[in-house]
């Protein structure tokens, strides 16, 4: 069978990782040989530790790059990992190169990789690309505003990602890019997300559905008493968390919270006989279930299997990626958007609503009903196929 190699380059959280375990099991379970090379080997060790396959530390760009205002495009994006000057480029490509030749996989697989891609066309090794729409921009049109931006500075910024890499490109003698969103994309290109969360709003793709580790994680408990059961994921980084979990006891909510810096034996931001405090991942099929209301960052993992369950969001992004999510959540009346609602504001006025008005919760079970049919195995055998296909020959190549 095949030795299929699963990257992961950019990016934080560990929806890559898990999307590429969910992966890597369905390709073993196929008897395929796996491999894989990560961004993060310390905070996915405990994820990963299951998967009997070589992880390697992936090659990553470790400079600051200063002087650049905030992203407005995956271009710019890639300027703050080695893409602004092809000589800095051409190192991170000898990185990917050299661990490929040793590896000599029949196949590359990357979850937002975008340097892993480049270098597998370098040695004209065949890939494919997966992961949620926000790092799998449209084929064969310029890159999405991640925010607004003038529209000439977005062209600039696009054509010198393009030719950074087109320069290396041509140095190792490879085809160039025609386009800069082909910096992101395989010969075949799996796009785990649904069109109502899909980043970009594209029309007509081929969405399958959003790939996440479901199993696994404490059983739910919640506080004793009366009062909506709330599921929290917050993290401390964000500055409205304490506030966003005192509204909710002013609710009179039970609130089951997941904060990782709690569990890690940090100190709980509110005390409160109506909090109780997760110490360790709680298992969101199991929680969601039961649960009235979900409060996260807006990671697509979390959205998905709260929509899935019908159950509305209040959601807190803490960068753009999130935003773009939660803005899309927004949209379809399933959930509330508070990226724009200072730390101090008046989360008690936005709680109110989601707990209480039937349209957000009908709109999430109006989702969930959309869906009812999709199941992680079933994803997983879709991915194997179509992976299949692109091994045998039988997928359209992109060079």
């Not at 396959?53 to 470790?62: E, K, M, R, T």
């Not at 081929?206 to 580790?213: A, E, F, K, M, R």
Request: charged content about 20%; proline content about 7%; glycine content about 8%.
């Amino acid at each position: 069978m095949a030795h299929i190699h699963l990257c992961w380059e950019l990016g934080a959280g560990l929806g890559h990782a898990g999307r590429l375990k969910m992966l890597a099991l369905a390709l073993l379970e196929h008897g395929h040989r796996v491999s894989l090379s990560v961004r993060d080997l310390m905070h996915t060790h405990a994820l990963l530790a299951e998967l009997e396959v070589q992880i390697l530390q992936a090659p990553l760009w470790l400079h600051d790059t200063v002087g650049l205002p905030p992203p407005a495009s995956l271009a710019e994006i890639l300027f703050r990992c080695g893409y602004l000057e092809a000589p800095a480029l051409r190192g991170m490509v000898d990185g990917w190169r050299a661990m490929l030749a040793l590896l000599e996989p029949d196949l590359v697989v990357a979850d937002y990789a975008p340097t892993a891609l480049l270098a597998a066309r370098s040695m004209g090794l065949r890939t494919a690309a997966i992961g949620t729409g926000f790092s799998m921009p449209p084929e064969g049109r310029p890159l999405p505003a991640l925010r607004e931006a003038p529209a000439e500075r977005l062209a600039s910024s696009e054509a010198r990602m393009l030719a950074t890499a087109n320069a290396v490109l041509a140095e190792l003698g490879a085809q160039p890019y025609a386009y800069a969103a082909d910096v992101f994309l395989g010969d075949a290109n799996l796009l785990c997300t649904w069109p109502e969360l899909d980043h970009y709003q594209r029309d007509g793709a081929d969405w399958l559905g959003p790939s996440c580790v479901a199993e696994g994680g404490l059983a739910p408990y919640w506080p004793d008493g009366e009062g909506r059961k709330v599921f929290a994921y917050l993290k401390a980084s964000h500055a409205a968390h304490a506030a966003v979990l005192r509204a909710l006891v002013d609710e009179g909510c039970r609130v089951l919270a997941y904060v990782p810096e709690v569990a890690a034996g940090g100190v709980p931001p509110v005390i409160s006989e109506r909090v109780l405090y997760a110490e360790a991942p709680v298992s969101l099929p199991q929680a969601l279930a039961q649960a009235d209301l979900c409060v996260c960052h807006a990671g697509e993992g979390t959205l998905a299997q709260s929509l899935l369950a019908g159950v509305p969001l209040l959601m807190l992004p803490s960068h753009t990626e999130q935003f773009l999510g939660a803005r899309r959540v927004a949209m379809s009346g399933a959930g509330y958007n508070a990226a724009l609602l200072a730390p101090d504001g008046d989360w008690r006025a936005v709680l109110r609503p989601l707990l209480n008005e039937a349209g957000y919760r009908d709109a999430a079970r109006g989702f969930a009903a959309r869906h009812a049919g999709f199941s992680q195995q079933q994803l997983n055998a879709l991915l194997v196929e179509r992976i299949t296909l692109l091994l045998d020959g039988r997928h359209d190549a992109r060079r």
